[in-house]
């Protein structure tokens, strides 16, 4: 098993930046890469940014793309996504996910629990 634990949201103004955290643990080994994912009061969650751990191959939502930027640490298994110039609309539940390198989620087998961004305009 393996267990996915995010940090660093809050509430920021329009504009502003937060990085986010994830630590991954447990039988980590087989994870070939890790995503981030977004869900909005009403919205099904969706697809934000995914790595690979070994190559630190990405892949970016076009909504993010050029404002976030997600990077890993391959000694302690953990995933970050920079998050600059914020957008209301970037408002969510972030989750952290750990799979394939995929936009799909189906395709990641492990999940977080869930870290609150907000952003005030």
């Known amino acids: 098993q393996v267990q996915l634990v995010e940090s660093g949201g809050g509430l920021v103004q329009a504009g502003g930046s937060l990085r986010l955290s994830c630590a991954a643990s447990?039988?980590?080994?087989?994870?070939?890469?890790m995503g981030w994912f977004r869900q909005a009061p009403g919205k099904e969650r969706e697809f934000v940014a995914t790595?690979?751990?070994?190559?630190?191959?990405?892949d970016y939502a076009g909504s993010v793309k050029g404002r976030f930027t997600i990077s890993r640490d391959i000694t302690s298994v953990t995933v970050y996504l920079q998050m600059n110039t914020l957008k209301p609309e970037d408002t969510a539940v972030y989750y952290c996910?750990?799979?394939?390198?995929?936009?799909?989620?189906?395709?990641?087998?492990?999940w977080g629990q869930g870290t609150q961004v907000t952003v005030s305009s």
């Open positions: 790595i690979a751990r070994s190559t630190g191959v990405t």
């Open positions: 996910a750990a799979g394939s390198l995929s936009r799909r989620r189906e395709e990641y087998a492990y």
């Open positions: 447990g039988r980590t080994s087989p994870i070939y890469a």
